[in-house]
């Protein structure tokens, strides 16, 4: 149990720390550059989608849909209140000093991004046969074909 724990909470500092990265690097690099900083939003939300989707592949082929699913939930849950709330205290800004449009569409972007990156990662994975579920299936198939037929004698 600890160790999911702890894998839900690297993950999400992971995320957390693309997103700080991503701020820090509009606020020093950029900054009065609204197409410049817009440009690294989007590789920020990339990044985070390569991030889900590499998890959600590795994670998918030794755990219950699930049990993974939740554990992701739950780590973008965390880097999202992080990332929203805390976030752009770290750079010098209001939290919703852009007001309430930007502080949702960074909300449904950042939940867009994070949807996707699952989706591609697991549709890989099940799409190569190397899910959970898939295995166990095979597992079950070797097995059947192992036993020998028995033999009806009327």
């Known amino acids: 149990m600890r160790e999911r724990w702890r894998a839900i909470g690297v993950l999400a500092a992971a995320l957390f720390v693309v997103n700080v990265v991503a701020r820090l690097v509009i606020k020093f690099g950029f900054p009065n550059d609204d197409a410049a900083a817009d440009r690294v939003s989007w590789v920020m939300f990339v990044v985070i989608g390569l991030i889900l989707a590499v998890v959600a592949f590795r994670w998918g082929r030794d ?49 867009a991004a994070t949807a996707a990156g699952v989706l591609v990662g697991f549709l890989t994975l099940t799409a190569l046969g190397r899910d959970y579920r898939s295995q166990q299936l095979k597992r079950y198939a070797e097995l059947r074909a192992a036993k020998p037929r028995k033999i009806v004698r009327r």
Not at 86 to 106: I, M, R, S, W
């Open 63 to 111: 755990r219950p849909v699930g049990r993974w699913l939740a554990d992701l939930a739950g780590a973008v849950a965390v880097a999202l209140a992080l990332t929203v709330f805390v976030g752009p205290l770290l750079v010098g800004e209001n939290p919703f000093g852009g007001g309430a449009g930007l502080f949702f569409a960074q909300i449904w972007l950042y939940l």
